[in-house]
């Protein structure tokens, strides 16, 4: 098997070499894909200018002795990528076969983790190309998310290697009980348990609050009602940050709070835990269901909860076939085009599945789209027990006030106890 994994100086080839070259990392399955396209020619600044993009690599199963547990991504691929081809980086993080690592087609997944014919940049002299063909396009929001998080989480883990991140960990206060508060606020207020997003823009929105002070925010969500905090840590897309987690946790904010990311690789688990999550996110049209049980294992030892993220009847189905898990959200937005229906969240918990949820004694949280005390009723009358609401609060203009507007009701706990 041929392997896509590049170093970080990339190959300088003649142009007819280089498509040659890019028709020699077509996957098997894009055989009859569209020919390449050059789609851009533009000089370098400089020597080195231009060569930021990450090598394609994936974590392998690296077994930690004290947890014995793989901090791999795709474990299910890279562990039957064959040994042979994997080589250390320094930094315990072995390097396999990254086109074994694509995901897309493992339990019903349409996401591609990466570009499946390589990088769509390429180097020649002192200029840089751009080749387009279906395997480098992103063929949409979620998928080109995704890629961008490969690229990232893999220059972050050169910088912060698994070991320099646990050491600290063994000596940091305890995660906080974020299914606990989600339960405690239930049983206080009767109506859903809010998680309360951090979020200063999105793909879908573009920037929904221009004024944005995070700490302030989740001050006034933790005053007015809320159980826990969602923080978007995604700088590309959602203008987030680690920073804004850390300083709400060192601002004395006591609300559990989840680490809105996307996921792709174990060591994230790690990182986000060190930098004061409780909780993360999991996607299950992104992760196949060997690594959410694998990242369910290490958030356990991490002491963290996992909100597992379904859209649709298949992710659902999958997800209850997972043992161990406490919370799904209910996304309904689409990922992949946008639209949001809160009947999504009514259809996911119709019949068995409904039933299914119940007998675990799982918390389901109902995501997006939910903008007045009716859209929460009726995902109250769904099934939900929590909901996670970023948009109709952050946009007004005391988003802490609004969250009385947005139940009809004020849950702040002085007021209910
Ligand atoms: O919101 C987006 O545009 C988006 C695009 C791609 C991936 C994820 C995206 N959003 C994450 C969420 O689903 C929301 O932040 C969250 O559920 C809150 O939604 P809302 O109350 O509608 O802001």
Not at 355 to 369: F, H
């Amino acid at each position: 098997m041929e392997a896509l994994a590049i170093g970080s100086a990339p190959p300088r080839l003649g142009i007819a070499a280089q498509i040659r070259h890019s028709h020699l990392h077509r996957s098997k399955t894009l055989a009859t894909a569209a020919p390449l396209r050059l789609v851009a020619a533009m000089p370098m600044d400089g020597p080195a200018g231009g060569r930021g993009h990450a090598p394609l690599r994936c974590a392998r199963a690296e077994t930690d002795s004290e947890d014995a547990v793989a901090t791999s991504s795709q474990s299910s691929q890279t562990q039957s990528a064959g040994s042979a081809d994997a080589t250390d980086q320094g930094n315990g993080v072995p390097v396999a076969d990254a086109a074994a690592a694509d995901v897309a087609g493992v339990d019903g997944i349409r996401i591609r983790r990466r570009p499946v014919t390589g990088p769509s940049v390429h180097y020649v002299g002192p200029f840089q190309f751009r080749l387009e063909n279906e395997g480098n396009t992103p063929r949409n929001i979620l998928e080109k998310i995704v890629w961008d998080k490969e690229a990232e989480v893999s220059q972050m883990k050169e910088r912060r290697p698994l070991y320099m991140l646990k050491g600290p960990l063994d000596n940091s206060p305890p995660a906080r009980d974020f299914v606990g508060s989600l339960k405690a606020s239930y049983d206080r207020t009767g109506v859903p348990a809010l998680i309360a997003e951090i979020k200063k823009a999105s793909p879908s929105r573009g920037v929904l609050r221009e004024d944005f002070e995070p700490v302030q925010i989740a001050q006034a969500y933790e005053k007015n009602g809320a159980a826990c905090l969602s923080v978007l840590t995604d700088a590309k897309y959602f203008q987030g940050s680690f920073d804004y987690l850390e300083a709400i946790r060192n601002a004395g904010v006591k609300c559990p709070l989840l680490c809105k990311e996307f996921i792709v690789d174990a060591w994230q688990l790690y990182y986000a835990r060190s930098k004061g999550a409780d909780a993360v996110l999991l996607i299950a049209a992104v992760l196949p269901d060997l690594d959410i049980k694998y990242m369910l294992k290490i958030c356990k030892i991490l002491g963290m909860a996992a909100l597992v993220e379904v859209h649709d009847e298949r992710e659902m189905d999958r997800v209850l076939g997972i043992d161990g898990i406490q919370l799904i959200g209910i996304n309904n937005r689409n990922l992949e085009t946008f639209e949001v229906d809160i009947s999504n969240t009514k259809r996911l918990l119709e019949g068995e599945r409904g039933q299914t949820i119940a007998q675990k004694g799982i918390i389901v949280v109902g995501e997006s789209g939910l903008f007045t005390p009716e859209d929460i009723s009726f995902v109250q009358n769904a099934g939900v027990r929590a909901v996670l609401v970023g948009e109709s609060l952050i946009k007004q203009e005391d988003p802490g006030k609004a969250i009385a507007g947005l139940f009809g009701k004020d849950i702040s706990p002085v007021s209910v106890a």
